[in-house]
C-alpha cells in the first residue's frame, strides 16, 4: 500500500521560507514501481485543487506552475524516500493546504494522480 505523509507546513510572514517534506512509502522500484511521479498540488479556501511542482523518477525532471516559478524548487532524496518542497519569497496567495501525490505518469491534472497524502497548512501573512 502506497501512502505518503507531508510535513512542515506552518504559519509566516510574507517573503519568509518553508519547506514541505512528503516521504513515500510502499511503492516498489525499479519497473515494478507504482509511483514514477510525485506532483505537490494545493488547495486554497472556496478554489479548486491547483498543481504546483512534480518531479519525475528516475531522471528528476521537474516541472512548475507559472504561479511559483522562480519561487518553489522541488527536489528528491532517494535515500530517505522523501520529496522536498523548497518555498521562497512567500505571498500570501500561497496560503493554502499543500498536498503532494503519487502517479505513474507526469501530469498536471490532480485526477492522473492515484496516491495523496493528508495535507499540511501553509499559512501566509501580509
Known amino acids: 500500500q502506497v501512502q505518503l505523509v507531508e510535513s512542515g507546513g506552518g504559519l509566516v510572514q510574507a517573503g519568509s521560507s518553508l519547506r514541505l517534506s512528503c516521504v513515500v512509502s510502499?511503492?516498489?522500484?525499479?519497473?515494478?514501481?507504482?509511483?514514477?511521479?510525485v506532483g505537490w498540488f494545493r488547495q486554497a479556501p472556496g478554489k479548486e485543487r491547483e498543481f504546483a511542482a512534480a518531479?519525475?523518477?528516475?531522471?528528476?525532471?521537474?516541472y512548475y506552475a507559472d504561479s511559483v516559478k522562480g519561487r518553489f524548487t522541488i527536489s528528491r532524496d532517494n535515500a530517505k524516500n522523501t520529496v522536498y518542497l523548497q518555498m521562497n519569497s512567500l505571498k500570501p496567495e500561497d496560503t493554502a493546504v499543500y498536498y503532494c501525490?503519487?502517479?505513474?505518469?507526469?501530469?498536471?491534472?490532480?485526477?492522473?494522480?492515484?496516491?495523496w497524502g493528508q495535507g499540511t497548512q501553509v499559512t501566509v501573512s501580509s
Open positions: 510502499g511503492a516498489a522500484s525499479g519497473r515494478a514501481s507504482s509511483v514514477y511521479v
Open positions: 518531479i519525475t523518477w528516475p531522471d528528476d525532471s521537474t
Open positions: 501525490a503519487g502517479a505513474r505518469t507526469l501530469s498536471m491534472l490532480s485526477d492522473r494522480y492515484r496516491y
